[in-house]
């Protein structure tokens, strides 16, 4: 008897899927948001499809963020949730669009820079989504994804470089997520901390408008 698919695969393929059949170019990260969660709501396979999903930080144990925890998307089907929770890094990309039927040169995706900052929102990304399955009983996993098109995410710091911890590149990496220099401004400003387990990370490319856009999902 062929074994059903888990609400996280299944969501994950789904994430995928839209992913790779995507034809144009998100203008920033809530612009991402809003399409996934339009697409996922028109497959008609789930019960709810939640943006901006709201958590009371005080409710997670050991939460070391200050920051309040909006998740950005969640997924239900009965009494199963899956959040998911996106970054959208970009390098800058103009083209002509159209626009009250005049067509006009438009910087579509901005030159964010920071990778390292970018490399450390995602894991913690993943560790916070370890700490919202750990909480309530119901979420059965969730997806961390990230979409770019700037490829210094997908290349591995030095050894020597502060954020070589938060390495995004295609492989395993540790549970430690560390600055090495802890007198930088990083580390002063982005505290420390640990994920449950190692994770791999593998990069996928899907090319939209001549734009090289690669993404990872690390299933929590």
Known sequence: ????????????????????SNSELFFNERDF????????????????VDVEYYIPHSELD????????RLDIVVRNGN?????????????VEKRLPRFE????VQVMKNQGAQDLGMYDFWKD?????????RFKNVTGGLAVFLTNDKAYLNAPKE??????????????????????????CARTHINFE????????????????????YCIVEI
Not at 1 to 20: G, N, P, Y
Not at 102 to 105: K, R
Not at 196 to 214: L, Q
């Open 195 to 214: 994920v449950e387990k190692d994770y791999e990370i593998e990069w996928r490319c899907n090319a939209v408008e001549n734009v090289d856009m690669n």
């Open 160 to 185: 020597t470089s502060n954020n070589y911890l938060f390495s995004m590149s295609s492989g395993i990496h540790t549970k430690q997520k560390h600055w090495q220099n802890m007198n930088s401004t």
């Open 1 to 20: 008897m062929k074994q059903m698919k888990s609400i996280l695969a299944t969501v994950k393929d789904d994430v995928i899927a839209f992913i790779e």
């Open 80 to 92: 199963e949730f899956v959040p998911i929770e996106l970054k959208y890094k970009t390098k800058a």
């Open 62 to 69: 050991n939460y070391i963020w200050k920051n309040e925890l």
């Open 33 to 48: 948001q809003m399409h996934l969660a339009v697409y996922l709501r028109g497959l008609n396979k789930y019960d709810d």
């Open 126 to 134: 993943v560790r916070r989504l370890e700490m919202v399955r750990n």
């Open 102 to 105: 005049e067509w006009l040169t």
